[in-house]
């Protein structure tokens, strides 16, 4: 099985210039760890010194499908495609296998802590409903609750706002008398509002919450499987542990390495060798 060269960061660095691309590793690389653009890859500040080697293969690799398919970058492009990037018409193994990698290399691509805390929702959100029915046994969630519908419309009060709004501030017409009110003190707030609305006003806030973590690992999940992306976190993962990698997608690693040395991912092939330690 053929590996990643061992480099330390100059030497690399050196390499990748040899090449003509531009290294830049004083930069914010927009707000990431590095970023590959316009033949050019910028490394932040930031990255840690351990990461940084790890980076540069990962922008590197994302010049190499840059050079196979040149429309990536452009602002509706969908991060180009496996077909493609592994010459082939049948990727749907490779694609799962490239998930795994993915999961490999970056844990953060499982969204754990998310996953964690919409689990925790979801139980708040169960002990919130069965406190209802206690009193109001016809309640459902996915449904209007008509005994808080009748008293929001019988009962004036600011406590209304939070149904929607985790956070509000109130000014009066006249006075201009600022009132604030947040959802993490309507116990405080409106102590004499029936226990049962305080309840459902809670679950409208942890539905909130519960959906803008979905949203969030939604977006993520579709960033994290751009083939683009797919694809260089499994170069990176070559680097990180190549025998791991050939266990994890096999078949990818055979496709890559057949098109690795027959020249199709271009200068990417200068970076593998048979032989550790070659540098």
């Known amino acids: 099985m053929q590996k990643i060269k061992e480099f330390d960061e100059k030497k690399l660095i050196s390499f990748l210039k040899s090449l003509g691309i531009v290294v830049k590793t004083n930069t914010k690389?927009?707000?990431?760890?590095?970023?590959?653009?316009?033949?050019?890859?910028?490394?932040?500040?930031?990255?840690?010194?351990?990461?940084r080697v790890q980076t540069l293969i990962h922008e590197f690799a994302h010049k190499i499908h840059s050079d196979i398919e040149p429309d990536i970058h452009k602002r509706n492009s969908q991060g180009g495609t496996l077909e493609k990037l592994f010459d082939c018409c049948e990727v749907a193994e490779i694609y799962e296998e490239l998930v795994d990698v993915t999961n490999f290399v970056d844990r953060n691509s499982l969204f754990e802590e998310l996953m964690?805390?919409?689990?925790?929702?979801?139980?708040?959100?169960?002990?919130l409903e069965i406190a209802i029915k206690e009193e109001n046994p016809e309640f459902q969630r996915s449904k209007d609750f008509a005994y808080a519908k009748n008293f929001f419309r019988k009962n004036?009060?600011?406590?209304s706002y939070l149904l929607k709004h985790d956070r509000i501030i109130l000014v009066s017409p006249v006075l201009r008398r600022k009132s604030y009110y947040d959802i993490k003190n309507i116990d405080?707030?409106?102590p004499n509002l029936p226990v049962v609305i305080r309840d459902y006003i809670k679950i409208k806030s942890l539905q909130r919450r519960q959906k803008a973590i979905s949203v969030k690992i939604n977006k993520f999940t579709k960033y994290y499987h751009r083939p683009t992306e797919l694809f260089a976190r499994f170069v990176e993962g070559l680097y990180l542990d190549c025998e791991k990698i050939s266990c994890?997608?096999?078949?990818?690693?055979?496709?890559?390495?057949?098109?690795?040395?027959n020249g199709y991912y271009g200068s990417l092939k200068e970076l593998f060798t048979e032989k550790e330690n070659a540098f």
Do not use: M, W
């Open 29 to 51: 690389a927009r707000s990431h760890q590095g970023c590959y653009f316009n033949n050019r890859i910028d490394v932040s500040v930031k990255t840690p010194k351990e990461k």
């Open 248 to 261: 994890i997608a096999p078949h990818s690693c055979d496709k890559f390495f057949e098109l690795l040395n």
């Open 156 to 159: 004036k009060t600011d406590a």
């Open 116 to 127: 964690e805390k919409k689990e925790k929702i979801k139980k708040q959100i169960k002990q």
């Open 188 to 190: 405080e707030d409106f």
